[in-house]
């Protein structure tokens, strides 16, 4: 997902967007739809596999 998307998902739930990294801002997205800020914490594997982010997080299989 580019980053453009992000800030747009981050605007639409009231976060502020400006100046943040995408992972950094991934991890407000997570933690204001009250998930665990796991995202690009978890290495190679992952047992939330409904994550909206799986995709980007994860190294591609």
Do not use: H
Not at 30 to 38: H, I
């Amino acid at each position: 997902m580019k980053i453009a998307d992000v800030r747009k998902k981050a605007k639409e739930m009231g976060l502020k967007a400006a100046r943040m990294k995408k992972a950094d801002l991934i991890r407000a997205i997570q933690m204001a739809e009250g998930n665990s800020p796991c995202f690009e914490t978890a290495g190679d594997c992952c047992d939330q596999t409904n994550c909206y982010w799986i995709d980007d997080c994860l190294p591609k299989r």
